[in-house]
């Protein structure tokens, strides 16, 4: 199994731009979550989605932020307007969700920087 | 909202030397999960605690969760330098997993 897959890997992109982030998670995984890591807010949840879903998006920062997930293999992040304030590493986490006590595995990430 | 806090939030260590991280929730978890995350790299699930007080080994790490199952702690016997990077706990708040604030371990040969 290939794992969680993120592209891309970096992204360096001027204020004003859209980014979209790309994650495919493991194939028969049913949950999909998006976090954001930074040195000062440390590891936060954006978006989680059930079954293609979305189930809950309050961390979901402000509305520049949107997520989609069109099928069970893959789910894009976007920034339109994108600003130096939404540079971090986002990371896409998957896990079959029988419960809600399954672990999580992580992508890559991928690492964003807005100049 | 629900807040999970760990202590300390950096700790450098001598090789050999033992470390603990501790790691306390505002409200009652359903469960606790331990991640370690390298430098430069993803959080990796270690272990997961689903029983008031339950402890489990692996190697020289040891898990614990507390009575109240609201706080939990990992300590590692014995560091290596492969022990480098940030150890998060994970407790779950009904459906949502909650990260904590991590603990960044650094191993001095």
């Known amino acids: 199994d290939a794992g969680v897959i993120q592209s891309p890997r970096h992204e360096v992109t001027e204020m004003g731009q859209e980014v979209t982030l790309r994650c495919k998670p493991i194939?028969?995984?049913?949950?999909l979550f998006w976090y954001r890591q930074t040195m000062m807010r440390g590891l936060e949840l954006l978006i989680y989605?059930?079954?293609?879903?979305?189930?809950?998006d309050s961390g979901m920062p402000e509305d520049r932020f949107s997520a989609k997930m069109p099928n069970a293999s893959f789910s894009t992040l976007k920034i339109q307007p994108s600003e130096p304030r939404d540079s971090a590493v986002y990371f896409c986490?998957?896990?079959?969700?029988?419960?809600?006590?399954?672990?999580?595995?992580f992508g890559p990430g991928t690492r964003l920087t807005v100049l | 909202g629900q807040q999970v806090m760990q202590i300390p939030q950096y700790q450098h260590v001598q090789e050999g030397e033992d470390f603990t991280t501790y790691c306390n929730s505002s409200?009652?978890?359903?469960?606790i999960q331990w991640y370690k995350q390298r430098p430069g790299g993803h959080p990796v699930f270690l272990i997961q605690?689903?029983?008031?007080?339950e402890v489990k080994k692996q190697k020289r790490l040891t898990f614990q969760f507390g009575e109240a199952k609201k706080n939990s702690s990992l300590h590692i016997t014995a560091t290596q330098t492969t022990d480098v990077g940030t150890y998060f706990c994970?407790?779950?708040?009904?459906?949502?997993?909650?990260f904590g604030t991590g603990t960044r371990l650094q191993v001095f040969p």
């Open positions: 194939s028969g995984h049913n949950s």
């Open positions: 989605f059930n079954n293609n879903v979305p189930i809950d």
């Open positions: 409200t009652t978890l359903s469960n």
């Open positions: 986490a998957s896990s079959l969700a029988e419960s809600s006590y399954n672990e999580q595995f």
């Open positions: 994970a407790g779950y708040n009904t459906d949502k997993l909650i």
């Open positions: 605690l689903v029983k008031s007080g």
